[in-house]
């Protein structure tokens, strides 16, 4: 959690970008009894619905959350955002504010997902950051480019990163170098400029 999580938390909020990590139940650990649509997703879905329902007191625009996720994560980041779920009326009769509030993200940053099957996109889709090396497993490099086609040609605003040389995991390190090293700044070049 320190290269895609931790190290990429502190880096967002040294420029002013609140940032939190979530740590999710884990469906394709060994001997988990977890699922991806029934815990981690669920998880994720909490997570960003926490945000919305404390962003006054934490001063964060309820209108600016997003989701990153690396891997895994990125997939799960990316389920999020096709999910767009609003609050449950559940939630009102069971005066749950968390479980009142939108999961769905105002923008998704996706870096080296597995990509989920079956993603649907509109023009109404949150904007995607995507990025990955050139040197990940084909499905995730190359899977990626055409996700980022398929966002394209639905009407979705998106940017995509694939550095040359570069394999999986490289996240936030110190050891990255060349222009992979430089990712996280062009990620938040490309929120300020989203901003609307």
């Known amino acids: 959690m320190d290269h895609e999580g931790y190290r990429v938390a502190e880096y967002l909020a040294a420029r002013g970008i609140a940032a939190f990590v979530l740590k999710y139940r884990l469906a394709r650990a060994k001997g988990s009894v977890y699922t991806i649509g029934g815990h981690a997703l669920p998880d994720l879905q909490r997570a960003i619905r926490l945000v919305r329902s404390e962003a006054a007191q934490w001063h964060i625009d309820p209108q600016r959350v997003g989701v990153m996720g690396f891997s895994a994560g990125g997939e799960l980041a990316a389920l999020a955002a096709a999910a767009s779920e609003a609050g ?7 005066n749950d504010p968390v479980d009142r509030q939108s999961s769905r993200p105002n923008f998704q940053a996706l870096l080296y997902p597995a990509i989920p099957r079956g993603l649907t996109f509109s023009p109404q889709s949150p904007p995607a950051f995507l990025l990955a090396g050139s040197l990940d497993d084909p499905a995730i490099s190359q899977g990626l480019a055409q996700l980022y086609l398929e966002m394209r040609r639905a009407g979705v605003r998106a940017e995509l990163h694939l550095y040359e040389g570069v394999g ?5 390190r110190s050891s990255n170098a060349g222009p992979v090293a430089a990712w996280p700044q062009r990620f938040v070049d490309w929120l300020e400029a989203s901003k609307p």
């Open 168 to 172: 999986h995991g490289f996240g936030l």
């Open 88 to 94: 449950t009326g559940a939630a009102a009769r069971a």
